[in-house]
């Protein structure tokens, strides 16, 4: 049995706050705070789409109406 075998498998969502969080030192206000607007994962760090006032955008505002 191979090692990746045991591990648990992420969702997309996870493996994008993972990398967030890894790049910001583990702290994180840091994420929430990113100042890299840049980045591709930007926009999704929250764990929603978000604009630059981090306010949700599109689909996260549909789907937190239902």
Avoid at 22 to 44: A, H, M, R, T
Avoid at 45 to 65: F, I, M, P, W
Wanted: hydrophobic letters at 25%; glycine letters at 6%; proline letters at 5%.
């Amino acid at each position: 049995m191979d090692e990746k075998d045991n591990k648990k498998r992420l969702t997309r969502g996870q493996a994008i706050r993972a990398k967030c969080l890894d790049c910001s030192g583990f702290q994180p206000i840091e994420v929430k705070l990113c100042p890299v607007v840049n980045c591709p994962l930007w926009v999704y760090r929250l764990g929603y789409e978000v604009d630059e006032s981090n306010q949700k955008t599109g689909k996260a505002k549909k789907q937190e109406k239902k």
